[in-house]
């Protein structure tokens, strides 16, 4: 049968390049294969579970966590195993602060994906948030995730997903782990700013009494006082992350002048 249908096929084509010529094939063939294109693209995108999931993003965008989730959950029932969906989902329950839903969102989607850092890093990052911590499992994602780092392609996703990390592990007291992260964003994004914040306090809290770790940490925190985020954060966070950056200037020698307007502002 098949060789049957290339017979046919190769005769049709034969009778057409003899009537037309060759660039009339070439132009037809190209034309065909673009309108296929198109159609394929048309029908993708009116996919029902493509349009729930559009509808979904758009509800996340509004700030209307519940509808997206129920739309998310509406898509996994057509197509299960979806980690863009999974994703959202995590993100949705995060913005609820329903830690453990997320947690469960963000182990399955590295189930699904094993080698993908950024969701080990986000995992940590929650499971961090979950009363009583469980440590163990904090860092071993962690660790695990810094293993997959240097197989992504250090993008605007990769850079937050190592600030998170970086955040975690200060949070949880490896303080020389942090500072390895932070490195690690500053040599591939040298001007960032967010880290510095990170690996200032991280060097002053592993080695308090060193001069040298004493004169790097002022130095970044100095740094990033002057220049602020280079991320979206809230306007309360980057009021905490400044005060606590002068909590530790102020115990290492002091505030440069030129801060000190800028730090009392804050305060007040």
């Known amino acids: 049968m098949g060789f049957v249908f290339l017979l046919v096929v190769s005769m049709l084509a034969y009778m057409f390049l003899s009537a037309y010529g060759l660039r009339w094939v070439v132009i037809s063939l190209l034309t065909g294969m673009l309108c296929g294109m198109v159609l394929m693209s048309w029908r993708q995108a009116n996919r029902p579970e493509i349009k729930l999931f559009n509808e979904a993003s758009r509800h996340y965008l509004a700030q209307d966590y519940p509808t997206a989730l129920q739309l998310c959950r509406k898509v ?42 950024s969701a080990y890093s986000n995992l940590a990052s929650i499971a961090n948030c979950i009363e009583p911590v469980d440590v163990q499992v904090v860092a071993e994602s962690l660790d695990r995730a810094w293993e997959l780092m240097p197989n992504q392609r250090f993008g605007q996703a990769t850079y937050y997903a190592l600030l998170k990390m970086a955040f975690t592990e200060l949070e949880i007291e490896r303080y020389s782990q942090a500072i390895r992260v932070c490195d690690a964003i500053l040599e591939k994004r040298a001007f960032a700013t967010s880290p510095l914040i990170i690996r200032g306090l991280a060097l002053l809290l592993e080695a308090p009494d060193d001069p040298v770790n004493i004169e790097r940490g002022r130095f970044d925190l100095i740094e990033f006082l002057r220049k602020g985020f280079d991320t979206e954060v809230s306007l309360k966070q980057e009021i905490q992350f400044m005060l606590k950056a002068r909590e530790f200037l102020l115990e290492t020698g002091g505030l440069p002048d030129d801060l000190t307007p800028k730090i009392n502002n804050s305060e007040n």
């Open 76 to 117: 996994l029932e057509r197509t299960p195993n979806q980690p863009r969906v999974i994703n959202l989902m995590a993100t949705c329950h995060t913005n609820l602060e329903q830690y453990q839903e997320a947690l469960d969102c963000y182990r399955r989607i590295v189930e699904l994906q094993p080698g993908n850092a």
